[in-house]
């Protein structure tokens, strides 16, 4: 049902889902207050173009909405606008919203991310109240007030980054995320630090940490094991023609053995030379890249539990870069006559 101008949708009823979906009319600006409050099929649906508001409550307890896409031109979602959508998974709100209301998200049991604009300045009373899924949640800069509740009871919560900006933090913000491990702050200034975690309970207050010191400890880890490639002599290429069991091939007429034995012992190169060698060429080390590459893509740990798991990953990625170093070379001096062997790439 629309309003007589076309332009507000003010109601849908369950007759109007068609395969789980409804498509907006042209023309609506507007999505009324309650308006899909009967359809309890819908499971996705796209707010196109032109649409600027949803209304309060709009889709509250649609258990089975699954997937919902807002266009940018939408500014305004109004109080409890999903609120208990329990099946909703991902939502990314448009550039154009400014406050995230109260209760916007409550209860939306399964919202496992969230990607809130930089143009929001306040997050609302309980708006991801109860979002059980929720792991990590990074406020933007913009944001300045987080009202009270607005994470309450979001018990699988482990890792959220406040910006620096942030002014008011109300009581109960973070209450019941009995997982919560770092609170990140986007800042090294100290007076923000201080401030900031003088805006949490007493029991948050040890878990704040700079943004700089969680990219530090990240970086460290990365480069203990990267190094270990540099460290190993069989991950540089001239390895197979320089190292001490080299199979043995004379470049001139020798006369004896003695002579032959030198000049072998003059083509070879010691281990450790490569090793030197390894760290002033790191970029050129296709065996360091690859695995830097490879541990570029795993995913950072969300709480300090995790960094144990994220080490072993680490040295996976490494120990099995330098095994295929090692079984490269071991290839080629095996069958000289086989087809090349083919490194690690």
């Not at 009967?38 to 709009?58: F, H, K, Y």
């Not at 144990?308 to 069958?335: D, M, P």
Request: hydrophobic share 40%.
């Amino acid at each position: 049902m629309l309003s007589d101008d076309g332009k507000i949708l003010l109601r849908v009823d369950e007759s109007d889902i068609v395969d789980g979906s409804y498509q907006i009319p042209v023309g609506v600006t507007s999505i009324s207050d309650e308006a899909f409050i009967q359809c309890r099929s819908l499971q996705t649906i796209m707010i196109p173009d032109g649409v600027t508001n949803i209304g309060e409550w709009a889709f509250v307890k649609r258990c089975s909405l699954q997937t919902i896409t807002i266009a940018d031109g939408v500014t305004n979602i109004g109080e409890g606008a999903f609120s208990k959508c329990r099946s909703l998974q991902t939502v990314i709100i448009p550039a154009g919203v400014t406050i995230i209301d109260d209760f916007v998200f409550a209860q939306c049991t399964n919202l496992r991310a969230i990607t809130i604009p930089v143009g929001v300045t306040a997050i609302g009373l309980g708006a991801f109240d109860k979002c059980r899924s929720l792991q990590t949640i990074t406020i933007p800069t913009g944001v300045t007030t987080i009202y009270e509740g607005a994470f309450a009871n979001c018990s699988s919560l482990q890792m959220i980054t406040l910006p620096a900006g942030v002014k008011t933090i109300g009581d109960g913000a973070f209450e019941g995320c009995e997982k919560l491990a770092w609170i990140i702050i986007d800042s090294d200034d100290q007076a923000d630090l201080g401030r900031i975690t003088a805006l949490l309970p007493e029991e948050l207050s040890s878990k704040v940490i700079p943004k700089s010191l969680y990219v530090e400890v990240i970086r460290q880890l990365q480069d203990k094991h990267l190094a270990r490639i540099l460290s190993s002599p069989h991950t540089n290429q001239l390895y197979r023609f320089f190292h001490v069991n080299t199979r043995y091939v004379s470049k001139v007429n020798i006369e004896n053995e003695e002579q032959r034995a030198i000049e072998k012992a003059g083509t070879t190169i010691p281990e450790e030379i490569f090793c030197h060698i390894n760290a002033q060429g790191a970029d050129a080390n296709r065996y360091y890249q690859k695995a830097k590459a490879l541990i570029e893509r795993e995913p950072w740990p969300k709480a300090p539990e995790e960094l144990k798991g994220y080490e072993e990953r680490l040295i996976n990625i490494v120990t099995k870069c330098i095994k295929q170093a090692e079984h490269f070379h071991v290839a080629i001096e095996e069958n000289q006559t086989a087809s090349p062997v083919t490194p690690f790439n």
